[in-house]
């Protein structure tokens, strides 16, 4: 990770918040208090990434147009090699630095996070809404054990939308019909929380 910074909570904020397993609709209950620069911090990548007493920050962005979600496999080339071959429907990263805005690591920071991972990794038109529909945990696996998922709906404008990483491979817009079926079983474990909590955010 090559000395890599990301933004992380305790775990035990997360259990004092209450601990759930799956997707949350609760933004209210941990959004303020997990975007608190006092509860927040910047820790070493490598020592987060087997270290289950902190939760990495994850924005996990839904694309959504005209009923249709954004979905793509992901590539070799991708950051967490956990992942790679795995269908997903959401678009993710890690809060860094040089995201780092005058509220310190408050909600400005952290949405300054948000934008930079969509610009690099995809080209799509005009600066499309979006809004916080949930959070996702998911203890049951290594990956889950140590992040903890912000899940942002936007409303694409067009369905002109393309990669720009070979990481986000087979990338297209595709039906929830598709979505629960042929597609389901080869979805990340996070991507599954989402597909299955859509109607209740949609």
Known sequence: YDGEE???????????????HGFSLEVDRYIPTLLDPANNFFMDRAAAEVDPGHKQIIPYAILRHEGRYLHYVRGAAG???????????????????????????????????????LAEELVMDGDPPQRIVGLINDDSNAVGQVHLGVVHLFELTSDEVSAREEALAELQLRSLEDLRGPLYDRLESWSRHCVDALEQFA
Not at 13 to 18: I, M
Not at 88 to 111: F, K, M, W
């Open 6 to 20: 990301i933004l992380v909570v305790r775990r035990g904020l997360f259990d004092e918040l209450g601990a759930f």
């Open 79 to 117: 950051g967490e090699s956990r992942l790679h071959a795995q269908g997903s429907v959401g678009i993710g990263g890690h809060i860094n630095p040089v995201d780092e805005r005058e509220d310190h690591l408050g909600r400005a920071t952290y949405l300054a996070g948000v934008e930079r991972e």
